[in-house]
């Protein structure tokens, strides 16, 4: 998977909760959040794909042109 940068455009994101993840991760030195995208059962099956959050990075291998348009631009600079 390839990192991906700029910084978190979405606007639910909030100033004063960025990095409490990080914080709640800090005593699991070796932690991992894997996301795979699926497709609804009633949909067309999607491409595999998904996100791979470790140790403040994201790796993801997203074909953006198979997600809603509302989320395609969305981009992350750590966690």
Same mark, same amino acid.
């Given at each position: &998977?390839?990192?991906?940068? =700029?910084?978190?455009? !979405?606007?639910?994101r909030? @100033?004063?909760r @960025? =990095?409490?993840l990080?914080q709640?991760?800090? *005593?699991?030195?070796?932690? /991992? $959040?894997?996301?795979w $995208?699926?497709?609804l *059962?009633? /949909?067309?099956?999607?491409? @595999? &794909?998904?996100?791979? $959050?470790? *140790?403040?990075?994201?790796?993801h *291998?997203l074909? @953006? %042109?198979?997600?809603? %348009?509302?989320?395609? !631009?969305?981009?992350? %600079?750590? $966690?």
């Amino acid at each position: &998977m390839a990192a991906d940068t =700029g910084v978190c455009s !979405h606007p639910s994101r909030s @100033r004063a909760r @960025r =990095g409490a993840l990080k914080q709640v991760l800090n *005593d699991f030195p070796a932690w /991992q $959040i894997a996301v795979w $995208i699926f497709a609804l *059962d009633t /949909q067309p099956p999607l491409p @595999r &794909m998904g996100l791979l $959050i470790s *140790d403040g990075q994201v790796f993801h *291998d997203l074909k @953006r %042109e198979y997600l809603p %348009e509302e989320v395609r !631009h969305i981009t992350w %600079e750590g $966690i």
